[in-house]
């Protein structure tokens, strides 16, 4: 059908309605023309010499240096739309066909907040006594703010805490505008933090739950994550000619892309490292491998060795390079320099056939297999060994398994940032109640059984959300800049994917229910009792640890029956562990007491300058037997099947 018999058939025009029309398109020129006028005397030519804006502003009259700025500029903010757009679009094409992304209440915190503001509203009295104290802080700051614009100082109402890295920009501080943006949003954040946190009558954890999502979302709002209240966002658009931002939302779109359609902001540049190249390069052996680990022998690098060998578990949420990053702090290679022989698990990146192992299964293929075959390589009748955060925790409930069975094959254990009690465990602990689990099992049946990595990432990195995720926001995006080369970060992103059937096992009998710690777990149809685990144990914790705090680390320690070795070091759950004594950072504690609790243990404890790993490696060495001729890791009773750092730890999820 043709255009003109597709149309409808059209009236012809009055002479009156033709002059009308004419007067219209008249008048809507005029004003066309009257609001160009507006818009050209409004507009701010770029900095520099050339005309001033004002009244009789002439766009003509800038220098073609000027011209040539503007144009840049406004052809790079539409590039950088035109991109965003397109990478958001792509985005919603992906997530429509996933219904759970769109949950109204992704972290399940509905029920608590509900608890939260009830209780609140109970108290009309305090949110009355909070609400004056935010209306006359904020007081103070509008008569701060008039003073300076009159020419005098003022002390600013609030200040960031130590550590916050959002506001180092000057003009967060020297700008009055983009100081009074500051303030007001730290003086409501804090008012909303600080509203949840005094509320009482609420079940703790439902209050921590609630004390969490807020810091989140006082977080993400935070000035310094928008590109117009951002003042180092905003002077690297002009300094650019917006170039910044359309290489910012060119890593948006790479960054969606590499989520397949969810958003996984780089951490660092992952090009830069490759494992077993320039990470995880301390030369060894792979002497062992079944379906869950491969069992690698590091080369010795003294003559000598202690007679028992050391047989490593790290978490197997991760892979086991933290403890090899670069030679100058890997733990590995430094134990190796002590004199000792040097085993490590390398635990599988499961997919879905491997889907419904369960604990036992990484008690028995893990720990049980993997010092198995430590004994028959180096021919001795025990080991001693390590337990890394959750590698630690099945160390734990299998060392009470061995206790239960008279297994002494295992000497002595030691665990880093690991929980046998979780009654105070971090803030992993929010994240496992039953409505959460329950997504996980779906998000996990619709991976094949498996959890996916990227879903542990976000998880952690939520824990720490100003310094993994919106710090990154603002310099991959708002600044268009790619983050830099740091190994620690490739690791962190490096993660592993989850077996249905061990993890909410994990999730539900440890964090959920205490299983252990109230003798309550049975593995394999034995009682698990620390109590009745003898061998000598060596506990470290971190003193600013967020999963495995301290606290929770300090009541584990309390449940074994044998002699106990608490030692605390300075810093978080992986800088607190992975301290290299040549770096002179940080600190640790000692005491040779176990006292009731973390705050007695604590003042009786004596400081230490630098690492904590001397001190260990003097009570490891105690245990490890006589010095003998160094362990060729090829020449074993075992087999070589291939070099360190082996095939599973390559895996990528």
């Keep these: 059908m043709s255009e003109q018999t597709a149309a409808p058939p059209k009236k012809a025009k009055s002479a009156g309605a033709k002059k009308a029309g004419a007067k219209k398109a008249a008048k809507a020129e005029?004003?066309?023309?009257?609001?160009a006028k507006t818009f050209g005397e409004s507009s701010q030519p770029p900095p520099g010499p050339g005309p001033s804006p004002g009244p009789g502003f002439d766009a003509s009259a800038f220098t073609a240096e000027q011209r040539a700025q503007v144009e840049?500029?406004?052809m790079n903010l539409a590039r950088a739309a035109i991109t965003a757009q397109g990478a958001i679009a792509e985005m919603a094409l992906r997530q429509a066909d996933r219904p759970a992304a769109l949950s109204p209440d992704p972290f399940h915190v509905a029920p608590a907040l509900t608890q939260v503001m009830g209780r609140l509203a109970a108290q009309p009295d305090r949110m009355m006594r909070a609400q004056a104290d935010l209306f006359t802080r904020y007081l103070d700051l509008w008569q701060g703010a008039a003073r300076r614009a009159g020419g005098e100082t003022s002390?600013?109402?609030v200040a960031p805490a130590k550590g916050d890295k959002r506001f180092l920009d000057p003009d967060w501080s020297d700008n009055p505008v983009f100081d009074v943006i500051k303030q007001s949003y730290l003086l409501t954040a804090n008012f909303l933090n600080g509203l949840v946190a005094d509320v009482d009558g609420v079940d703790p954890l439902e209050k921590r739950r609630v004390e969490f999502f807020m810091r989140m979302l006082t977080d993400a709002f935070s000035p310094s994550n928008f590109l117009a209240?951002?003042?180092?966002?905003?002077?690297?658009?002009?300094s650019t000619g917006g170039a910044s931002l359309v290489k910012g939302m060119e890593n948006f779109q790479a960054d969606l892309q590499r989520g397949g359609g969810q958003l996984a902001i780089a951490q660092t540049d992952y090009d830069m490292f490759k494992i077993g190249e320039n990470v995880a390069t301390a030369p060894g052996k792979v002497i062992f491998r079944n379906e869950i680990i491969e069992l690698l022998q590091f080369s010795p690098s003294t003559d000598e060795v202690y007679e028992i060998p050391l047989l490593i578990f790290p978490p197997w949420i991760n892979k086991f390079y933290i403890m090899d990053l670069r030679p100058e702090n890997s733990l590995i290679r430094w134990l190796a320099s002590q004199g000792f022989t040097?085993?490590?698990a390398s635990w599988v990146n499961p997919d879905a056939t491997l889907a419904t192992k369960t604990f036992e299964d990484y008690m028995r293929q893990g720990i049980y297999e993997g010092v198995g075959a430590a004994l028959k390589q180096t021919g001795v009748d025990r080991v001693n060994t390590v337990g890394y955060c959750i590698g630690g925790t099945l160390l734990s409930a299998t060392l009470a398994h061995m206790a239960a069975k008279g297994d002494t094959s295992i000497g002595s254990a030691t665990f880093f940032a690991a929980q046998q009690d979780f009654s105070e465990a971090g803030d992993l602990l929010l994240f496992t109640n039953e409505d959460w689990i329950k997504t996980l099992e779906q998000k996990m049946d619709a991976g094949g059984g498996v959890l996916d990595g990227q879903t542990m990432a976000d998880t952690f990195n939520a824990l720490r959300g100003n310094d993994l995720i919106w710090s990154?926001?603002?310099?991959?995006y708002l600044m268009g800049k790619e983050p830099k080369p740091f190994d620690l970060l490739f690791w962190n992103s490096d993660q592993t994917r989850m077996p249905k059937t061990l993890h909410t096992f994990y999730l539900r009998r440890f964090y959920g229910q205490n299983a252990m710690a109230k003798?309550?777990?049975e593995l394999d149809g034995v009682q698990i009792d620390l109590s009745k685990v003898k061998i000598p144990i060596y506990v470290q914790s971190s003193k600013e640890d967020h999963i495995a705090p301290a606290r929770s680390v300090f009541k584990g320690a309390r449940?074994?029956?044998?002699?106990?070795?608490?030692?605390?070091?300075g810093s978080g759950h992986i800088a607190g562990v992975i301290n290299a004594p040549a770096a002179n950072k940080y600190q640790h504690w000692t005491n040779d007491k176990l006292p009731g609790s973390l705050e007695e243990w604590q003042a009786g404890a004596v400081e230490h300058p630098g690492s904590w790993w001397p001190h260990w490696a003097s009570w490891l060495a105690a245990r490890s037997g006589k010095k003998i001729p160094a362990r060729d890791p090829a020449a074993g009773p075992l087999k070589p099947l291939g070099d360190a750092p082996g095939e599973y730890v390559k895996v990528k999820s």
């Design 30 to 35: 005029k004003a066309a023309a009257s609001e």
């Design 72 to 74: 840049q500029l406004s």
């Design 155 to 157: 002390e600013p109402v």
């Design 229 to 238: 209240s951002n003042p180092a966002a905003l002077k690297e658009v002009m």
């Design 342 to 344: 040097v085993l490590v």
């Design 472 to 476: 990154f926001f603002v310099n991959n």
């Design 519 to 521: 003798g309550e777990l």
């Design 559 to 569: 449940l074994f029956g044998g002699p106990v070795t608490f030692t605390m070091a």
